[in-house]
């Protein structure tokens, strides 16, 4: 316990500021950008007495099969086979000519539902916030020391919902099924989630992200240097043709039931971009702007909180000024965060800004689903103070024989836990595109 609260009171220098430093009592704080991901993620509980993995069952679609299995010679459709006998002219309207044919119950004129189905697993993970040491004795020479730790207090709340947006981000990004890579030729669309990471590394920070290192063939379907020079193959900006394409496929796939809203009959799915990707998009092909000028259709009632006033070619744009960029690592694409330290302080990362490379998000809603443990107070014949998993702050002060004797001591703690939940992944797009070009991708 000694060691929990060495040279804690020092710690209060790099929090307040002191008497002797008087300041005035305008008191101000840098805020952080906010983004759609807090808002349109579905939360719910993490089921207790379960344990900490957990496993989903998903059912694949299924369809009648004229002949054969799912696994060996499966041809689609039913068959249609005549139920009445071939009966006379003069027969009609007899009981003798409605005899039911015997083929259309044999086996060979049924038509069979097979089913598949698979497990997706699912654990918690958690992650703890906590603010330096704090001496209650000091405080008593802080100038203005109520204003600065309410403005304490908003950043560290402010802090929590970024690394929650980036939670959320990160694990939508791990979860979707589908990658697009934005070409000027032809753009490449990869399926299947083990194939999504195998050319992407991610935050230094967070380790789910982080893939292979070994070198792409040009036979790789994921190779993003078709050329193998080491250089990346992302030669076109988002288009509009390639979330058409997404659109469509979304569209067949079903996916369009829990859209987030609907325009004349058809679904309207959600694209979370930057400012620039999307600018872009409305800007693609000067005939494109009619479809804003005299869109004045109703917003659906999960994004128009958002801020979004209309949806454009079957997405609403849904603006996340800090999503993922990358630059080119020598066939792999290197994560750029936005934000980096320079001389104790947190600032904006000018090689965020000249990344190269872009991710854009298709959202739908049955993508993945976030499980938060709900707190617990009691247990037969214990009780303890409850936890809240969503990383709300709570002064915490633990007494120490030696260092805090008096409980004078102590901290902001906030705990943040979750599980993310896999459900219809092959509903997830992410769309990898060259930022810093003109040229659309076809």
């Known amino acids: 316990m000694a060691g929990q609260f060495a040279n804690s009171t020092a710690a209060i220098d790099n929090i307040l500021t002191q008497e002797a430093n008087r300041i005035g009592d305008d008191i101000h704080k840098a805020t952080m950008h906010t983004s759609p991901w807090m808002d349109l993620i579905r939360q719910s509980a993490f089921p207790e007495g379960m344990g900490y993995e957990l496993n989903t069952l998903i059912y694949d679609r299924a369809l009648p099969l004229k002949a054969g299995t799912l696994a060996v010679g499966a041809e689609l459709g ?14 009609v309207g007899f009981t003798a000519g409605q005899t039911l044919k015997s083929q259309a119950l044999s086996a060979e004129g049924k038509a069979t539902i097979d089913f598949t189905k698979k497990l997706k697993s699912y654990s918690l993970k958690k992650a703890v916030v906590e603010s330096p040491r704090i001496n209650v004795e ?23 919902r970024h690394t929650w947006e980036n939670r959320y981000r990160d694990e939508y990004d791990r979860l979707a099924d589908n990658t697009v890579l934005c070409k000027s030729t032809t753009s490449t669309f990869i399926s299947g989630v083990e194939t999504l990471n195998s050319f992407r590394l991610g935050s230094s920070t967070d380790s789910t992200l982080v893939s292979t290192t070994q070198g792409l063939g040009t036979a790789d379907p994921t190779d993003i240097d078709d050329g193998n020079d080491g250089q990346a193959d992302l030669t076109g900006n988002i288009s509009n043709a390639v979330l058409d394409k997404i659109y469509f496929q979304l569209v067949r796939a079903g996916a369009g039931a829990k859209a987030y809203g609907r325009e004349n009959g058809r679904p309207i799915f959600s694209v979370v971009l930057s400012s620039e990707a999307s600018r872009f998009l409305q800007t693609e092909d000067e005939k494109i702007r009619d479809d804003i000028r005299y869109n004045n259709a109703k917003v659906g009632e999960l994004v128009a909180p958002l801020g979004v006033e209309r949806s454009f070619r079957g997405f609403y744009h849904l603006i996340d000024d800090l999503t993922t960029r990358y630059t080119d690592a020598g066939n792999v694409l290197a994560r750029v965060e936005p934000f980096t330290v ?85 509903f997830g797009y992410v769309v990898i595109f060259k930022r810093n070009t003109d040229t659309a991708a076809k």
Request: charged letters at 20%; proline letters at 7%.
């Open 138 to 160: 000091d405080l008593r020479y802080a100038a203005h020391r109520n204003d600065q730790l309410s403005a304490i207090m908003d950043l560290m709340q402010e802090s929590v």
């Open 78 to 91: 039913v068959n249609w086979n005549d139920l009445q006998t071939n009966a006379a002219t003069s027969e």
């Open 342 to 426: 320079s001389g104790g302080v947190v600032v904006p990362n000018t090689a965020y800004e000249s990344a190269p490379y872009e991710a854009a998000y298709v959202l739908v809603d049955d993508v993945m689903e976030s499980l938060i443990p709900a707190p617990t107070a009691t247990a037969p014949g214990l009780t303890f103070d409850p936890v809240n998993f969503k990383g709300e702050f709570r002064w915490t002060n633990i007494a120490d024989a030696e260092i805090n004797p008096d409980k004078t001591i102590g901290f902001f703690r906030g705990i943040m836990a979750n599980a993310s939940k896999p459900i219809k992944t092959q």
